[in-house]
């Protein structure tokens, strides 16, 4: 299950909760201080992948050189 960061409209408090999307969907998750369902979800602590190599690592003789060879 994700875990969301969620602002509660209501009280300002801001929590994180893991929770099924379909329970986000259908508003189920409810703001832990005051149990209003009125939230807003923040996207702060989402890391999104990076598919990017960084250039030392793309060296196919990184073992040999530990990557400071020019590839
Ligand atoms: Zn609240």
């Given at each position: 299950?994700?875990?969301?960061?969620?602002?509660?409209?209501t009280c300002g408090e801001e929590f994180n909760?893991?929770?099924k999307m379909s329970d986000?969907?259908?508003n189920l998750i409810k703001c832990v201080k005051c149990g209003?369902?009125?939230l807003?979800?923040?996207?702060k602590n989402?890391?999104?992948?990076?598919?990017?190599?960084?250039?030392?690592?793309d060296c196919p003789n990184i073992?040999?050189?530990g990557g400071c060879c020019g590839h």
């Open positions: 299950m994700p875990f969301y960061d969620l602002k509660c409209k909760i893991m929770a986000k969907d259908q209003s369902d009125d807003e979800t923040l996207f989402i890391n999104i992948v990076q598919s990017k190599k960084n250039s030392s690592s073992h040999k050189c």
